[in-house]
């Protein structure tokens, strides 16, 4: 007897249908094959299903059973078919009957008959609902995952007896209620606080700028000058997730089995990676491409401590990412396409020692020393960056306040301040959509260069600046674009419709020093 039963594969962080066919034949030895480009983890769910079943209290038929995954050259892996095949099965050999035409499967199930916490299952269910599925069965450990879709029965299945005797109407399982995404959006607490922070002023100034607009920032100063502390206090600044683009996270973290803890990202990522990363762990790829830090870190922070000790090579990977806001991995298999929207935050050393040009410690590195570390980040790439700023090394007086003194700003003062610019950009960009883009834009740093013409107009005296800069600190094309940008923020910040030459003045403090690029 034959059945057909529907699933979902992943193909980069989009659901694609899957038909789960089951033939049962009494003829030949009894056997159990599966086809249609398993892998490993899917090849293994034979036993898996088999102990499920009779578990269960069901029947497993010793006979000739094939699986065929469809289609059959789109490889799949993972044990999301573990349910439907099991469901397929007892179909197949007339245990259940049932019609599974509008039903839609996925779940890992153990050897009891329970099933587990599976990876991808947002991206599914999207899918699903796109196929206009009716009903939807998943493990009930995800469905808080799921409950965010609207328009479809989610059903949280915790066993494979719990939905047979669903099916047979004798213990009915209740549909998961949908749940609105801004409900997840509360309650969100940060770890550090800018007014913990002693002194940095002019550091401050410009993270909250790199927030408001989206722009990559470089600090570079002594050990101990602040520049982690500062990094790892920026997401208390960052604007709220739009609820677009906490849905664009979630599918990226669901997929890579990072949500067993939390349903739903709410706040924005922040990635910090080691400088041992491998270029594909920054990157990704593998075989079967799985996002890599850059895509994790999508519409949050990536975060680059001691920038010059990355290799070469997997700083160079950055560089179009950062310029397209996503990353493509072609394989054999075809083209897989990640989204890689992130502010790079970059922190290093003037030199190997770490005190080149502090006045409290003496540096003691040879002039050579001193430039082979500093050419250990290229030039394109530090001209990808919207802001350098060199951090001083805080004094003592600053760290011992006195107690008349007026506490630093909060961090949730200036977020108030950064969301308010960020609605303007919102607002600004609203009416462009994708227009032909891969991922909509959100902040000023995502426009190209036809949009900086649309939306930065600039006075002859803004015009004039601009100009003089370019000749006395010879920036280039991009940066010339990218100072812009920066300007346009800045004037997003003080609610200015117009970019003034003030904001021009300040956003070319950020450029690096001409001596400063290699």
């Avoid at 949050?300 to 700083?315: A, K, Q, T």
């Avoid at 020393?369 to 990808?384: N, T």
């Amino acid at each position: 007897m034959l059945s057909k039963v529907y699933s979902a594969a992943i193909v980069g962080l989009e659901g694609v249908l899957v038909e789960v066919e089951i033939d049962i034949q009494n003829q030949g030895l009894p056997s159990f094959t599966i086809v249609g480009l398993p892998d490993k983890a899917v090849d293994e769910a034979k036993e898996r299903v088999r102990s499920a079943i009779k578990n269960t209290g069901c029947d497993f038929p010793q006979k000739r059973i094939t699986v065929n995954l469809a289609p059959a050259d789109l490889p799949k892996e993972g044990a999301s078919y573990d349910l439907p095949i099991a469901i397929g099965i007892l179909i197949a050999s007339g245990q259940v009957n049932i019609d599974v035409s509008d039903m839609f499967f996925s779940g890992e199930l153990s050897l009891d008959g329970r099933l587990r916490h599976t990876n991808g299952i947002l991206p599914q269910v999207l899918m699903a609902k796109g196929k206009i599925f009716k009903k939807i069965f998943i493990p009930k450990t995800n469905c808080e995952e799921a409950s965010v879709i609207k328009g479809v029965e989610i059903y949280p299945v915790e066993n494979l007896l719990l939905l047979l005797r669903h099916f047979t109407k004798e213990n009915l399982i209740e549909a998961v209620r949908p749940r609105s995404l801004k409900s997840y959006m509360k309650n969100k607490d940060y770890e550090f606080d800018m007014a913990d922070i002693a002194g940095q002023e002019q550091a401050k100034r410009a993270l909250e700028i790199a927030a408001s607009g989206g722009h990559n920032i470089l600090l570079k100063g002594p050990p101990g000058a602040g520049k982690t502390l500062l990094a790892r206090t920026l997401p208390s600044i960052l604007p709220e997730l739009t609820l677009d683009e906490a849905l664009e996270v979630t599918k990226i973290y669901s997929i890579s089995g990072l949500l067993e803890n939390e349903p739903i990202i709410t706040k924005r990522p922040f990635r910090s990676p080691h400088h041992t990363t491998s270029h594909i762990g920054l990157i990704g790829g593998g075989a079967n491409p799985r996002p890599g830090e850059i895509s994790l870190a999508h519409r949050g922070i990536l975060f680059l401590d001691e920038f010059p000790e990355f290799p070469r090579h997997v700083l160079e990977a950055l560089r179009q990412p950062m310029e397209d806001g996503f990353v493509a991995i072609s394989r054999a298999m075809g083209r897989i396409t990640f989204p890689s929207k992130f502010v790079l935050f970059a922190a290093q050393n003037p030199c190997p020692c770490g005190y080149f040009g502090d006045n409290t410690h003496e540096c003691k590195c040879a002039p050579s020393q001193i430039l082979r570390y500093q050419k250990r980040v290229s030039g394109p790439m530090l001209d990808r960056i919207d802001i350098h700023l060199d951090v001083p090394a805080v004094k003592v007086e600053k760290l011992q306040p006195k107690a008349d003194q007026p506490r630093a700003e909060t961090s949730e003062k200036i977020r108030k301040r950064v969301q308010k610019a960020r609605d303007i950009q919102t607002k600004r960009f609203s009416a462009k959509g994708g227009s032909g883009r891969k991922y909509n834009i959100t902040s000023n740093a995502e426009m190209n260069n036809k949009d900086v013409k649309k939306y930065c107009g600039l006075s002859d005296e803004c015009l004039a600046l601009l100009k003089l800069a370019v000749a006395k600190m010879q920036l280039s094309a991009r940066s010339y674009q990218r100072t812009i940008k920066l300007s346009r923020t800045i004037a997003d910040l003080e609610s200015s419709k117009e970019i003034k030459p003030a904001h021009i003045a300040e956003s070319l403090q950020y450029r690096p020093k001409v001596d400063n690029l290699y």
